[in-house]
Nanobody, 121 residues
């Protein structure tokens, strides 16, 4: 199973970006999808997560500005992070994470490569 993240870039304060992360491979199902971020000199922190039935959890710092969603239809197995009203302190490498089970029945907990979000004027 592999994850491919995309959507990062440079945006001005107050702007928006949408991150995507798609899973591929022999996947039976994905329970939890999440986005984390890590700024230079800081520990990786949870930004948002979403369960298989749509339950969501957000870091206090992004509540009301970021929205996590997932697309399980047609085996897309993709998670999105819509980021609005971006602030310079949102600048970080963003990583997706997925926890699920392969078609062979074994569990997986995998990370995508980071995608850099830079918020600057």
């Amino acid at each position: 199973v592999q994850l491919q993240a995309s959507g990062g870039g440079l945006v001005q304060p107050g702007g928006s970006l949408r991150l995507s992360c798609a899973a591929s491979g022999n996947i039976l199902g994905i329970n939890t999808m999440a986005w984390y971020r890590q700024a230079p000199g800081n520990q990786r922190e949870l930004v948002a997560s979403i369960t298989s039935i749509g339950g969501t959890n957000y870091a206090d710092s992004v509540k009301g500005r970021f929205t996590i969603s997932r697309d399980n239809a047609n085996v897309k197995n993709t998670v999105y992070l819509q980021m609005n009203s971006l602030k310079p302190e949102d600048t970080a490498d963003y990583y997706c994470q997925m926890l699920g089970r392969t078609g062979w029945g074994s569990p997986f907990n995998i990370w995508g490569q980071g995608t850099l979000v830079t918020v600057s004027s």
